[in-house]
């Protein structure tokens, strides 16, 4: 039983691996920050992830204005989707 909640908690991990795995009030934000603040496609985690620190700061404003009290969401979901990458 102890291993299956493992093999569970790896799925969930891999599983998030795009921006559709964030909810999606903060979406377009976060795709509009890359854009700007950085040359990654979308598509390649490894530069989004090493860059967004710089995302996430020009991000923020747009993120709390459409998510409001999901932003905590928004937040878990980005650091799962570069925690495998770290």
């Keep these: 039983m102890k291993n299956l909640a493992v093999i569970i908690a790896i799925v ?3 599983q998030a691996q795009s921006i559709d795995d964030v ?3 903060a979406r377009d934000c976060l795709r509009n920050s890359t854009k700007k603040v950085t040359l990654c496609a979308e ?3 490894s ?3 090493g860059k ?3 995302i996430r700061g020009d991000a923020a404003g747009c993120v709390l204005g459409a998510c409001g009290a999901d ?3 928004v937040l878990d979901a ?3 989707l570069c925690e ?3």
Excluded: E, I, M, R
């Design 12 to 14: 969930a991990a891999v």
């Design 23 to 25: 909810p999606p009030c």
């Design 43 to 45: 598509s390649d985690l």
């Design 47 to 49: 530069c989004v992830c």
């Design 52 to 54: 967004f620190d710089q």
């Design 71 to 73: 932003t905590g969401k």
């Design 78 to 80: 980005t650091k799962q």
């Design 84 to 86: 495998p990458l770290a």
